[in-house]
């Protein structure tokens, strides 16, 4: 899979190369083709060459600047897999040509405060995010939907053998937003026979499920969508499946969960999940929330629950996930789509209209094997 130096697509300039990429060039959040002049290489960078690379919700806000901080033109893509191209002197004792590798939601941070030596890379007040950014020599960042980036090796991880280029992609964003509070938390192989519940059944959530199953837990989904129990029980293989809206079974299974983990993107009211939770049972949230959540305080006082929250994961964590994803066969449910789908591969994204995940082949050699 994948090219070498006969098959490359950049073109060597001065100062670095240049790569074929899809920007976008306003607020409407159109992609279209875009020559990228990439920053030349450093000692310690790797040029990977993208093959595929994964559609992430957030990647629709920045791209319609729904922030309020997007940076035009945008090349975006922060869940990205492929090969190494090349590399600098420093990275030669970690990388090779050929490499299976993949690059997530950040491309660099201080390395002196506590987070960083703690290697939760995540929470550097100096990080810098894989695009719509502005990298420390000063030239913006830019994503994975291109045929070649250039990122400090520190940010790059290996992708197992056995573990398709293709579903990694997704494991580097939506992969490492569930495990990394899985581990903090407590909610792995140590925790085998506890129960965990999972609220909300997407992209995210359906990777709670595969990970809390691989750790031995007993896993209910938690959903407003009647629909959604058959896959939640039948294809992902979740142990319950609770509809919030049906008062009596809410209220039969309180006090039944150790943990939860709450995907849900939107505001909604937190009182109903944590009736569920046992004394010391712990409510975490992962997804991005646009407004205030309350609940009232004797809630959590009266069972010494706790609400917590978690963001991606560091690069460290990043690569044992991904060790572990290869050893137990876990896989994120992905749709492949060619570059030039990208688009309305958005607009599906937007609608949900995706199981679970897309992944973008940025070489369409995929859909040539295909045919």
Not at 14 to 30: I, Q, Y
Not at 63 to 77: K, Q, T
Not at 80 to 86: A, F, M, P, S
Request: aromatic letters at 8%.
């Amino acid at each position: 899979m994948g090219s070498m130096e006969e098959e490359c697509k950049g073109e060597a300039v001065a100062g670095g190369m240049k790569a074929r990429a899809w920007a976008a060039k306003d607020k409407t959040g159109s992609l279209e083709p875009f020559d990228l002049q990439l920053r030349a290489i450093g000692a310690e960078d790797v040029v990977v060459e993208v093959l595929f690379c994964g559609i992430c919700h957030t990647d629709l806000h920045q791209l319609r600047d729904d922030y309020g901080s997007s940076r035009y033109p945008m090349v975006a893509g922060h869940e990205v897999t492929g090969l190494v191209y090349d590399m600098g002197d420093e990275a030669k004792h970690v990388f090779s040509k050929g490499d299976r590798v993949g690059v997530g939601c950040i491309v660099g941070s201080c390395g002196d405060c506590s987070a960083c030596g703690e290697g939760i890379e995540q929470y550097c007040k100096q990080k810098k995010w894989t695009y719509n950014d502005v990298y420390y020599d000063g030239n913006p960042t830019q994503g994975g939907f291109s045929d070649y980036m250039v990122v400090n090796y520190r940010f790059v991880v290996h992708i197992p053998k056995n573990l398709p280029l293709d579903a990694a992609a997704p494991l580097l964003c939506a992969g490492i937003t569930v495990y990394s509070p899985m581990k903090f938390y407590g909610m792995d192989s140590a925790s085998k026979g506890k129960t965990c519940g999972v609220m909300g059944l997407g992209g995210v959530g359906h990777m709670v499920v595969k990970f809390a199953k691989a750790f031995g837990l007993h896993v209910t989904v938690i959903s407003s969508s009647p629909s959604k129990e058959r896959e939640a029980c039948e294809v992902l293989g979740a142990d319950a499946f609770l509809l919030s809206s049906d008062d009596l079974k809410m209220k039969a299974a309180e006090q039944t969960l150790d943990f939860i983990i709450d995907t849900i993107p939107s505001v909604h009211p937190l009182e109903p999940y944590l009736d569920l939770l046992k004394v010391n049972g712990k409510l975490v949230m992962v997804g991005v929330v646009p407004g205030p959540m309350q609940f009232v305080t004797p809630m959590l006082i009266l069972g010494r629950r706790s609400i917590g929250g978690s963001f991606i994961g560091g690069i460290q964590e990043m690569q044992e996930m991904l060790n572990l994803v290869a050893e137990k066969d876990i896989r994120c449910m992905i749709e492949v789509v060619p570059i030039d789908y990208i688009n309305k591969a958005l607009e599906r994204l937007e609608k949900n209209d995706v199981r679970y995940r897309f992944v973008v082949d940025m070489t369409g050699k995929a859909f040539e094997e295909e045919g």
